[in-house]
C-alpha cells in the first residue's frame, strides 16, 4: 500500500509523492510564545512528531520546520501587564515550550525560525505582492488585497462576500474590510524594524509564507497546524505566497483539538492544562501515549480517567518488553529490527497514519508475546519482542530511547518491581502449600486488582500486566 494522506487542500486522501524522490520537506506552525503550553497546544507537535517518525521509517530524509511566534499583539500585552520587555516574554515561553516537546519525545526540528529574525525576508515578499498588484501601503500599514487572489477561501471553503471583517491594524489604511495586515506601522512604545513603508512590525501571516520558502523553498511538501490554523492563518499564507508566484504546499495536514467538557482547550476557558504540571502527575512517556493513541483528525476530549486508561495500556507494553528483555537473556539496550514490524502495522500507518489501527496490531503482538513468555516459547517470545520494539520506536514509545531510558528507572526498576512481585507469588504459593486455598485466591485477586494477572505454568507461576 503507498502512503496516502489526507489532504485539507482537496478535502481526499491523496497518495503521498514527494516533490523530490527520496526527500520531504515539512513546515509545521509552531508556537506563538504568549505564554507556557498546555497539552492543547502540544498535540500538534506530538502529531507531526509521529509523521515524521512514519516518514523517516519508510526511509525519506525530512526536512522539519517548526517556527516561533515570538512578536505579536498578545505577547507585546504580556509584557506591558507583567513590566517587562516583549522578548524576555518570549523567551520565557519558548523555553517552556521547548521543556515540554523534550518531555514528550518530540523530535528536534531541523530548522526552528523566529519571526524576529526573518524580517528581510518578509520585506522582500511584501514588495514582490505589492509590486504584482496584491499588496499595498496605507498609512504605513502594508496589507494583502483579497480581491486581487481569486483562489481566497479554497482551502476553507468559504467565499470572501461572506467572510467577517479582518479586524488587523488601522481599518482607515484598508481599501476593503476583508483585506489582511502583512505589515503594522509601528505604534508608541512598541518594538519597530524600517521598511521602505515606515518602521513597523510583521504581521502574523508573513512569517510563515516568507520562512517556509526560505528554509523549504517556493515549493515543499508538507504544511501542517492545528485545525484552528485553517482560517484565516493558513489560507492568508496561501494567498500571499500563490500570489506572489510560489508553489507552497502541495499538501495540508491538519490535526484536531484536545477538548475538556467538549469544549476546546483554551486559556479563555480558564481549562488550560500546562504541560508543566501535567508531567509532574503523569509519566510524559504515558501523556504522549495518550496524546498519539487517537487519530490525528480526530478530537480528544482530556480526562484524568483517560489518561490513567491509556497509561495502563503503555504499561502492558513496557512490561511485556522489560520481562522479554530479561527472560531472552538481552545484554542493555536492544538493537531495533526494522523488519519485524507485522505487515498490518505498516498498511495502518501508510493510511493517513491510522495510530489507532496501529495499536491494535502492537497489543495482539503484546498479547502473543505474554503467551509466548508463558509457555516459555523462546522463539516466539524473540519474534513477538522484536516486532513491538520495532513498532513502538515507530510511535517514540521505546523504553530503551530517550527520553524514556533517563526517566524510566532503567532495568533496576523493573527488576525490584518484579522482585517484589516474586515475594507475592511465593506467599501465595506458600498458602496453596499449606491448603489455605481462601488465601491463595485473595492474593490472587489482589494482583488482580493491581492490573497484574498470574499464569500458573508447570515451572511455576507468571505475571503479566493485564
Known amino acids: 500500500m503507498a502512503l496516502q494522506f489526507y489532504d485539507t487542500a482537496t478535502r481526499s486522501v491523496r497518495e503521498f509523492v514527494p516533490l523530490q524522490d527520496g526527500k520531504v520537506g515539512v513546515y509545521l506552525c509552531g508556537a506563538t510564545v504568549q505564554a507556557p503550553p498546555h497539552i492543547g497546544h502540544i498535540r500538534s507537535g506530538v502529531a507531526f512528531d509521529v509523521i515524521r517518525r512514519w516518514l523517516l521509517a519508510r526511509d525519506y530524509d525530512v526536512t522539519f520546520v517548526r517556527n516561533v511566534t515570538d512578536i505579536d499583539d498578545k505577547i507585546l500585552a504580556r509584557g506591558i501587564d507583567q513590566g517587562i520587555p516583549y522578548w524576555d516574554v518570549a523567551m520565557r515561553n519558548e523555553r517552556a515550550f521547548t521543556r515540554a516537546y523534550d518531555a514528550l519525545g518530540c523530535l528536534p526540528p531541523t530548522y526552528e525560525p523566529r519571526a524576529t529574525g526573518h524580517i528581510p525576508e518578509m520585506v522582500a515578499l511584501m514588495q514582490r505582492l505589492i509590486d504584482a498588484g496584491h499588496g499595498y501601503a496605507g ?190 537473556g538481552i545484554d542493555g539496550t536492544p538493537t531495533v529490527v526494522r523488519t519485524s514490524r507485522p505487515a498490518a502495522f505498516d498498511v495502518a500507518m501508510d493510511d493517513d497514519i491510522g495510530v489507532p489501527q496501529a495499536l491494535a496490531v502492537l497489543h495482539d503482538a503484546v498479547r502473543a508475546g505474554n503467551a509466548a513468555l508463558a509457555a516459555e516459547d523462546a522463539a516466539e517470545v524473540r519474534r513477538a519482542f522484536d516486532a513491538v520494539l520495532a513498532m513502538v520506536d515507530v510511535l517514540g514509545l521505546n523504553p530503551w530511547s530517550e527520553p524514556w531510558a533517563s526517566t ?59
Request: glycine share 10%; hydrophobic share 35%.
Open 139 to 328: 498609512g504605513g500599514d502594508v496589507y494583502f488585497d483579497v480581491r486581487s487572489f481569486p483562489e481566497y477561501g479554497a482551502l476553507s471553503g468559504q467565499r470572501p462576500d461572506d467572510m467577517k471583517d479582518a479586524a488587523d491594524a488601522d481599518p482607515r489604511g484598508k481599501r476593503d474590510a476583508r483585506d489582511f495586515a502583512m505589515w503594522k506601522s509601528a505604534k508608541a512604545g512598541e518594538p519597530a524594524w524600517d521598511t521602505p513603508w515606515g518602521p513597523g512590525r510583521p504581521g502574523w501571516h508573513i512569517e510563515c509564507s516568507a520562512m517556509a520558502a526560505k528554509y523549504l523553498g517556493t515549493t515543499f511538501d508538507i504544511h501542517g497546524g492545528g485545525l484552528d490554523l485553517i482560517f484565516p492563518h493558513h489560507e492568508n499564507e496561501i494567498a500571499q505566497s500563490k500570489a506572489a508566484g510560489d508553489g507552497f504546499a502541495r499538501y495540508w495536514l491538519h490535526n484536531a483539538w484536545v477538548t475538556t467538557a467538549g469544549e476546546k482547550m483554551s486559556k479563555s476557558l480558564g481549562n488550560s492544562l500546562l504541560v508543566d504540571q501535567v508531567v509532574q502527575r503523569v509519566r510524559p512517556v504515558e501523556l504522549r501515549y495518550y496524546l498519539a493513541g487517537a487519530h490525528y483528525r480526530s478530537m480528544l476530549e482530556y480526562s484524568d480517567a483517560h489518561v490513567e486508561e491509556a497509561g495502563q495500556g503503555y504499561r502492558r507494553i513496557e512490561g511485556f518488553l522489560e520481562r522479554a528483555h530479561r527472560s531472552l
Open 408 to 466: 524510566k528507572g532503567g532495568d533496576r526498576e523493573a527488576e525490584v518491581i518484579d522482585a517484589l512481585v516474586q515475594v507475592v507469588l511465593q506467599q501465595r504459593q506458600d498458602a496453596r502449600a499449606r491448603k489455605d486455598f481462601a488465601a491463595a485466591d485473595a492474593i490472587r485477586d489482589g494482583l488482580d486488582s493491581m492490573g497484574i494477572t498470574v499464569e500458573d505454568t508447570p515451572s511455576g507461576a507468571r505475571w503479566t500486566l493485564s
